[in-house]
């Protein structure tokens, strides 16, 4: 008797994006961010890396104009930090032919307790040289940045001067004891859930953010719903809302002493918006 064995298709191997040009840095109001375009034969993928405020975090932007995404129930995503699943993304279409699909992810894991403040992740993620990217484009997608060393060092820059212009002490802001951070009470959920539906309703996404900035008592002093006019109602409602009732205990400087400080707020609700 003759016992025969299929054989097991290959795994597909990684696609390799390489750089096809340097990092262009785009300093804007309420953010910094970082541009770079990579190639692999014809197909070209542009990247970019945003913050609206220090931190590990960063809304990380792919398109093209050859390649189509896909859209499947979760994105497998891996730089230095733990390989994840992003369940909560959002797909484009521009009218200049890029495609492309916006999530938010980590850069670093999270720090042991007691360490790192926002910008630690500017000193730390030196070691990155790849993003890996699967389900999107048909295939795992390695883009191949290079070290980030020195790219981290222009947005750190960019916060010094975005963190002054907001009336806070960057300088301080790099050797935090502790962060201003919320504790969530009802009383917080009250305030941001009905608007958070009237977002979704007129923005169609999934995902709003606000800074806030926070005074030495822990008290909000100023509220800014970013990539939102000023004057909106939904916007002037939110943040008349979170400077009257929102709270939380202060930053603390090195010395252990309250400082005048900032926090993003981050409002999600749903997952794989496609944006037209």
């Not at 999530?103 to 993620?125: C, H, M, N, R």
């Not at 790099?174 to 962060?179: E, K, Q, Y």
């Not at 009732?245 to 900032?262: C, E, F, G, T, V």
């Amino acid at each position: 008797m003759a016992t025969l064995f299929a054989a097991a298709p290959a795994a597909a191997q990684p696609v390799e994006f390489v750089p096809a040009g340097g990092w262009v840095a785009d300093f804007a109001a309420d953010s910094c961010s970082l541009v770079r375009t990579f190639s692999h034969d014809n197909d070209t993928i542009s990247l970019r890396l945003q913050q609206y405020a220090p931190g590990r975090f960063f809304q990380i932007t792919l398109a093209s104009s050859t390649l189509k995404p896909e859209r499947p129930r979760s994105i497998p995503f891996s730089a230095t930090a733990t390989p994840q699943k992003i369940d909560y993304y959002e797909t484009f279409r521009t009218p200049d032919g890029l495609s492309g699909v916006m999530f938010e992810a980590p850069l670093l894991d999270p720090p042991a307790a007691g360490s790192p403040t926002d910008f630690a992740v500017y000193q730390q993620a030196g070691a990155i040289d790849r993003l890996t990217v699967d389900n999107i484009f048909g295939s795992e997608v390695l883009v191949m940045t290079g070290s980030l060393r020195q790219p981290l060092k222009v947005l750190e820059g960019c916060f010094d001067d975005l963190l002054n212009s907001w009336g806070l002490d960057a300088e301080a802001h790099h050797t935090l004891a502790r962060r201003a951070e919320p504790t969530f009470r009802e009383d917080w959920i009250s305030v941001t859930a009905p608007m958070q539906r009237d977002f979704r309703q007129q923005k169609n996404s999934g995902r709003q953010d606000v800074r806030l900035i926070v005074d030495e008592r822990g008290k909000v002093s100023a509220c800014r719903v970013l990539n939102w006019p000023e004057n909106d109602p939904i916007a002037r409602r939110m943040c008349n809302a979170l400077l009257e009732n929102a709270d939380m205990p202060p930053a603390l400087d090195s010395s252990n002493q309250p400082i005048k400080s900032y926090f993003m707020l981050k409002l999600t609700a749903v997952a794989r918006t496609d944006i037209r």
